[in-house]
């Protein structure tokens, strides 16, 4: 386990060797585990405290100073891993631009489904492809249908990125037990940056009537860093407010705490670099600026409707925010959106055009938090580079 502190990283296994910290040691078995489930499980108030205890651990001048010191590395000198073994993955979709311009490319009559204003809308994914940032994406085969009826089996031709946020659920709920809106933040251990690849040819043929299947299970890529709620306090805002004539809440979906501080304002990048790009020295281009803020559901509201018919949810469970994308068409949180369907393609500083990603394109989704008088808060990167088979 590890503790961002700028470009280091505090080894917190090194300090418990150093044996300098009373509440270090009183949950080494935790700490000194491969992955973070049991510290979610013990939820937020041992992991407020254990931030707390690195914060004066880490302070200039404190009685451990030197040792601490000898227990930071650098980020750049390691190879960050999957921080939680993860049960369970649940995507939603969230954002209504994104189901706006989406829903105008499939079904122009009725964009937006006249379920997605009463209730956040997901699916079941596949937690064995969840792999984290840097693991490359394999280009997937499926099977995709033409006009006339005929199928192919080949390799997706529209394979896309998807900008997510990932939220792992803490304690947990039994089985036929609800979490209640205002308390749904003491099941949320920490966020983390989401890339839910699609394969979009492949999404259209098998989506009627069940929805995606193997166009999404091939991979869903995750950053290796757990933000906590206490560090994203500074940057809470009030849940997005509806408009006159949308219909009512349910009670289960709304409260006065949850209008008040209910969103979190995270500002996004996707950027893209393709193979030419990187052979000429051209930096990654930035595709698109999206802002958490945005979505017409919170991550709160996701895991409340998610428990509201008693499934349990367990620590480590991944659930995420589906495409975060802005209001307007250039902050899309994928190129489905960026690129009208593959009609209007991307124009690059290289020179080339992208309507969906090609082998060795590299995408990678960045997210920061800002607020003046505070310091930034960063999710680091979510990234991986197309393959076009398995070496």
């Known amino acids: 386990m590890g503790v961002a502190i700028g470009d280091q990283i505090l080894d917190v296994g090194a300090v418990l060797d150093r044996g300098v910290e009373d509440f270090l040691r009183e949950h080494e078995q935790l700490l000194r585990a491969t992955d973070l489930n049991g510290l979610m499980a013990a ?8 931030r707390e205890h690195v914060f004066g ?4 001048g404190s009685a451990h100073e030197d040792v601490v010191r000898g227990c930071l590395v650098s980020m750049s ?16 979709f ?3 631009n994104h189901a706006r311009r989406t829903g105008e490319l499939s079904r122009p009559d009725m964009p937006i489904a006249p379920n997605f204003r009463s209730l956040p809308i997901a699916y079941h994914g596949r937690s064995s492809t969840v792999v984290e940032s840097g693991v490359p994406c394999i280009r997937p085969k499926g099977q995709v249908g033409g006009t006339s009826g005929d199928t192919r089996y080949v390799p997706t031709q529209r394979l896309d990125f998807e900008l997510e946020v990932g939220c792992f659920v803490g304690p947990g709920n039994a089985l036929g037990d609800t979490i209640p809106l205002d308390e749904a933040e003491s099941h ?30 091939f991979m869903t890529s995750i950053s290796p860093w757990v933000v906590t709620l206490e560090a994203l306090a500074p940057f809470r805002r009030p849940a997005p407010a509806r408009a006159v004539g949308e219909p009512a809440l349910s009670t289960t979906l709304t409260s006065v705490a949850h209008d008040v ?36 559901w919170t991550l709160f509201q996701m895991l409340t409707h998610h428990a509201s018919n008693g499934c349990s949810l367990r620590s480590g469970d991944l659930i995420a925010s589906g495409t975060v994308s802005g209001p307007e068409r250039e902050n899309s949180g994928c190129l489905l959106e960026l690129t009208v369907g593959g009609r209007e393609p991307l124009e690059l500083p290289s020179g080339e055009r992208r309507t969906f990603l090609e082998d060795g394109d590299m995408v990678i989704l960045r ?14 990167d979510c990234q991986a580079q197309i393959m076009k088979e398995k070496v």
């Not at 960050?80 to 073994?85: E, I, L």
């Not at 950027?271 to 790009?277: A, F, S, V």
């Not at 997210?367 to 680091?380: A, K, L, T």
Request: charged fraction near 20%; charge should be positive; hydrophobic fraction near 45%.
């Open 77 to 92: 000198s390691v190879h960050m891993g999957m921080p939680v073994r993860i049960g369970d993955f649940t995507d939603f």
């Open 43 to 50: 939820g937020r108030p041992v992991l407020k405290l254990l």
């Open 94 to 96: 969230t954002s209504i």
């Open 57 to 60: 651990l880490l302070l200039q």
């Open 261 to 296: 501080h209910g969103a979190i304002d995270i500002a996004f990048e996707a950027l893209l670099q393709t193979e030419m790009m990187k052979r000429e020295g051209i930096a990654p281009a930035v595709i698109a600026r999206p802002r958490f803020a945005e979505q017409y």
């Open 188 to 217: 949320v251990a920490g966020l983390c940056l989401v890339n839910d690849w699609s394969a979009r040819d492949i999404q259209r043929w098998e989506s009627m009537p069940l929805g995606p299947f193997l166009a999404k299970s």
């Open 367 to 380: 997210g920061v938090c800002r607020r003046e008088g505070y310091r930034s808060i960063g999710f680091g």
